[in-house]
């Protein structure tokens, strides 16, 4: 804990009040360019991993990056997130992004054997049906990747059936997008909601436009945070 606290202290000085004139904007609103939903694993930093500055994602992190399907009436802090950033912040892209050695899809090989009562049995229970979407490998390691991809596009199309997710899809207002990635490498792969297969971000970036905000493009905000 005292690491965690010194970082505190040399955050404010060194790294927030240098640039006082970037964040003191951020303390009256924010602009996200993407909604990102990620898995709380320690060594999952989107920021880092995407090497974003502070008001560039809204992040919602929990075991599995997991997204329940829109229920009429329901609650849950993934559904609340999305009302938010769509109907609030006007954010146009979402990612999920899933993430090699991933416990709580491991977990998922074995359900069973937990207690129904258990809080990790219920989250993960309703998820069991990427289970049945997979081909059979006796490499368990092979099997783990594959659930992992597609627990990805299962997260994709459970996003879809959000009244709000949907209307925006069909104007061509909002994008969507199944990423992984590979803690080995530090590499994130592209997954393609078709066919599963991964690829490369680096391979299909130059297809990708630049999200100006309403305050400063990425650009500017890169030069400005050391």
């Known amino acids: 804990m005292k690491r965690l606290a010194e970082g505190t202290i040399v955050f404010k000085d060194k790294v927030f009040e240098p640039n006082k004139e970037f964040f003191q904007p951020l303390s009256h609103e924010q602009h996200p360019v993407a909604l990102m939903f990620t898995c709380c694993d320690s060594r999952v930093e989107p920021a880092i991993i995407t090497q974003s500055p502070p008001g560039t994602l809204f992040v919602v ?3 599995g990056n997991l997204i329940p399907k829109y229920q009429v009436g329901g609650s849950s802090s993934e559904a609340a997130a999305i009302e938010f950033a769509l109907t609030m912040l ?7 992004c899933g993430h090699t ?18 809080s990790i049995y ?16 006796q490499d368990l390691d092979e099997c783990l990747n594959e659930l992992i991809r597609r627990n990805v596009i299962q997260q994709l199309q459970n996003l879809a059936t959000y009244p709000e997710v949907a209307k925006r899809l069909e ?36 297809n990708l436009e630049e999200e100006v ?3 400063m493009t990425l650009g500017q905000i890169e030069k400005q945070v050391p």
């Not at 006007?90 to 999920?96: A, D, E, G, K, P």
């Not at 219920?122 to 490998?137: I, K, M, R, T, Y």
């Not at 590499?187 to 299909?204: N, R, Y």
């Open 90 to 96: 006007n954010v146009h892209h979402i990612i999920v």
């Open 213 to 215: 905000r309403p305050d």
């Open 171 to 206: 104007a061509g207002a909002l994008h969507l997008y199944g990423w992984k990635y590979r803690l080995q490498s530090g590499e994130t792969m592209l997954i393609d909601p078709f066919s599963c297969k991964p690829e490369p971000l680096s391979a299909v970036i130059a």
């Open 101 to 118: 050695d991933c416990a709580a899809l491991k977990a998922m090989f074995s359900l069973k054997d937990l207690p129904q009562e258990s």
């Open 122 to 137: 219920q989250w993960l229970a309703p998820n069991l049906e990427v289970l049945d979407s997979l081909e059979v490998h």
């Open 61 to 63: 992190k929990n075991p």
